[in-house]
């Protein structure tokens, strides 16, 4: 007797983790585990003038150590996590994460203080109005300069709701942070609105960049996007730059930032770190 109960004990037991395991794989019922577990990292990928040749930036880019799955891109996790309401947690926990960084390169490299660091704000989290003290309180508790710190919104979430939008903007931008609208070109874009945005930025999509110099419109297409944001007096970052034929179709169009495969991947923090050093050598 005492044997069967110890065998269903055993079999109660793997039974649970076997659900477990299932939970895991599930990554929507996986996420609160993963972010107490601290499981998430981000990386940083450049961002270079072309005029300059310098990085004057990066973009922070959040990855999910899975203990069962492996490294998890933001793809099939930031989807699900909007979902849950996760990414309330996890996208404050990134903007801590990325301002950190962002405040222990400013000390060690004080004559960069144009750097800028980038952080991706999904469209729940950008609907909350508490982010306005959340993003205060950080740049408090890290002591980074407000404006080298940049909010990336995508084009669909400024626009799904502008009125809403325009106010949460203008919150923002008094903080004295940087603005930027993410996959410029993918959304429907008012043209009154954009005007009265109070963003720095537009980030033109990758798709346009990819095919720039297959005889597409998209030349046009961005030659396009660099008219209007200079006649908004906004910046431009071409984004997924991954050829040579690229950057010189970019430079023909007098297109200044880029970011993309060709000058580097996102990268660990201290490969992050190891660039900005190398940079200050030369
Ligand atoms: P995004 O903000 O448009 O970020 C750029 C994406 O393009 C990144 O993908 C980056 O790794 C990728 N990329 C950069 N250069 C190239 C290139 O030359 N070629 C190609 N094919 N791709 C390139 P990633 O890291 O997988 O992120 C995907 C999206 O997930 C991001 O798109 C962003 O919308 C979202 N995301 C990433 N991290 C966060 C985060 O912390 N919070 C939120 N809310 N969203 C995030
Ligand atoms: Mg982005
Ligand atoms: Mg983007
Ligand atoms: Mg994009």
């Not at 390169?105 to 660091?117: E, I």
Request: aromatic letters at 8%.
């Amino acid at each position: 007797r005492a044997k069967e109960s110890r065998h269903n004990r055993i079999k109660v037991f793997t039974e649970r983790m076997r659900e477990q395991a299932v939970a895991m794989l599930h990554l929507e019922n996986d996420l609160r585990r993963g972010i107490d577990n601290r499981e998430f990292f981000v990386l940083y990928q450049p961002i270079i003038s072309l005029r300059s040749g310098h990085v004057i930036g990066f973009e922070a880019l959040c990855r999910w150590r899975h203990p069962v799955r492996g490294i998890v891109g933001p793809g099939e996790f930031i989807p699900s996590a909007e979902l849950t309401g996760d990414i309330i947690d996890l996208g404050l926990w990134v903007l801590r994460e990325a301002c950190a960084t962002m405040a222990a390169w400013q000390k060690a490299y004080p004559h960069r203080n144009d750097l800028v660091m980038s952080v991706n704000i999904s469209s729940k989290q950008f609907a909350q109005p508490s982010l306005v003290d959340q993003i205060t309180c950080i740049i408090e508790e890290t002591g980074i300069v407000p404006s080298s710190l940049k909010l990336e919104i995508t084009e669909s979430a400024v626009m799904e709701n502008a009125e809403s939008a325009l106010v949460m903007l203008r919150r923002l931008k008094a903080l004295g942070i940087q603005l930027s609208i993410d996959d410029f070109g993918t959304g429907y874009s008012s043209l009154a609105y954009l005007q009265r945005f109070p963003v720095d930025t537009l980030k033109v999509d990758r798709s346009f960049i990819a095919d720039m110099c297959s005889g597409t419109q998209n030349t046009e297409i961005v030659r396009a996007v660099l008219v209007l944001a200079r006649t908004l007096g906004l910046d431009v970052i071409a984004e997924g730059v991954e050829e040579s034929d690229q950057i010189n179709a970019l430079r023909g169009l007098d297109c200044e930032y880029v970011q993309g495969f060709f000058f580097s991947c996102p990268l660990e923090r201290d490969a992050a770190s190891a660039l900005l050093a190398s940079a200050n050598v030369g």
